[in-house]
């Protein structure tokens, strides 16, 4: 069992620069795949960006693409995301998730994601 929890959310302006955070618990975190999601009211959960087990692969939605970094400290049990040249479009609920694979097959469903935090709101105003 994998217990996740975001931080790092809030207020930004456009324009602007972000980093969230999501710690696991658990001793086997560097076996899972960790994922950044997002859903904004009224749409869909998507994937923002997801990471492998050792940090080797990595894979952003084109929405975010060069302007967002995600990474991982396996030896903090944290994966973070890193997000510049916010805009409006990104507010949205920002979500940590995770599935067990120690390959490098990285998966875009939500429904793949066996675990979830709770969420952290970003707000990008103009």
């Known amino acids: 069992q994998v217990q996740l929890v975001e931080s790092g959310g809030g207020l930004v302006q456009a324009g602007g620069s972000l980093r969230l955070s999501c710690g696991a618990s658990g001793p086997t975190f560097s076996h899972y795949v960790m994922g950044w999601f997002r859903q904004a009211p009224g749409k869909e959960r998507e994937l923002v960006a997801a990471?492998?087990?050792?940090?080797?692969?990595?894979l952003h939605a084109d929405s975010v693409k060069g302007r967002s970094t995600i990474s991982r400290d396996n030896a903090k049990n944290t994966v973070y995301l890193q997000m510049n040249s916010l805009k409006l479009e990104d507010t949205a609920v920002y979500y940590c998730?995770?599935?067990?694979?120690?390959?490098?097959?990285?998966?875009?469903?939500?429904?793949?994601?066996?675990?979830w935090g709770q969420g952290t709101q970003v707000t990008v105003s103009s």
């Open positions: 998730a995770a599935y067990r694979d120690t390959t490098r097959l990285l998966r875009r469903s939500a429904s793949s994601y066996d675990y």
């Open positions: 990471i492998s087990w050792s940090g080797t692969s990595t």
